[in-house]
Antibody, heavy 120, light 111 residues
Framework: EVQLVQSGAEVKKPGESLRISCKGSGYSFTSYWISWVRQMPGKGLEWMGRIDPSDSYTNYSPSFQGHVTISADKSISTAYLQWSSLKASDTAMYYC?????????????WGQGTLVTVSS | QSVLTQPPSASGTPGQRVTISCSGSSSNIGSNTVNWYQQLPGTAPKLLIYSNNQRPSGVPDRFSGSKSGTSASLAISGLQSEDEADYYCAAWDDSLNAHVVFGGGTKLTVL
């Protein structure tokens, strides 16, 4: 069974750093890109960027370029989303999703989400 | 402001047919396929339609998708109470570096 399991909820202060994770199982982790998607409270879905776990090639949405870093460790089938200095506006639910070329570039499996709260 | 435009809300009564539109441009819907996601309250999104009109295994055939030019539509026939959810369209966009764009989402209410 394909699963993407994300790390737990986080509460941080502005200016702090954070890394959240997404562990894939039940499939060949290096055969599918992983994307991260933001959902701010009461708002819609926003694509942040993606990584190819086989070579760690990344590309980002213009809206998120320079604000976050996406990485992966293929030895443990885990992708990461990282901030160096959080802002209150980073408060959101973050989802990782597997991108399937077979499904026309759609996200066929999603993680359960990680809620990040940034507050002083 | 989302790149893809969806109506913020839609509604219907049980058994009715409802359609949700998604409008884009030549750099996204006009040149790439459209995918649709369903997000039930408090849960992660789920793939509903891929490649404009294909259903993943397990998705009822009450759900169908279509695309024409720079617009796409999701149709739900035989509306059921469990269809009450948020629906999002998405497509790859070829402007700048390739990236995914979503619609703003449509909240479907089953009356």
């Amino acid at each position: 069974e394909v699963q993407l399991v994300q790390s737990g909820a986080e509460v941080k202060k502005p200016g702090e750093s954070l890394r959240i994770s997404c562990k894939g199982s039940g499939y060949s982790f290096t055969s599918y890109w992983i994307s991260w998607v933001r959902q701010m409270p009461g708002k819609g879905l926003e694509w942040m960027g993606r990584i190819d776990p086989s070579d760690s090639y990344t590309n980002y949405s213009p809206s998120f370029q320079g604000h976050v870093t996406i990485s992966a460790d293929k030895s443990i089938s885990t992708a990461y989303l990282q901030w160096s200095s959080l802002k209150a506006s980073d408060t959101a639910m973050y989802y990782c999703a597997r991108l399937s070329i077979t499904f026309g570039g759609a996200f066929d499996y999603w993680g359960q989400g990680t809620l990040v709260t940034v507050s002083s | 402001q989302s790149v893809l435009t969806q109506p913020p809300s839609a509604s219907g009564t049980p058994g009715q047919r409802v359609t949700i539109s998604c409008s884009g441009s030549s750099s996204n819907i006009g040149s790439n396929t459209v995918n649709w996601y369903q997000q039930l309250p408090g849960t992660a999104p789920k793939l509903l339609i891929y490649s404009n009109n294909q259903r993943p295994s397990g998705v009822p055939d009450r759900f169908s998708g279509s695309k024409s030019g720079t617009s796409a539509s999701l149709a739900i026939s035989g509306l059921q109470s469990e269809d009450e959810a948020d629906y999002y369209c998405a497509a790859w966009d070829d402007s700048l570096n390739a990236h995914v764009v979503f619609g703003g989402g449509t909240k479907l209410t089953v009356l």
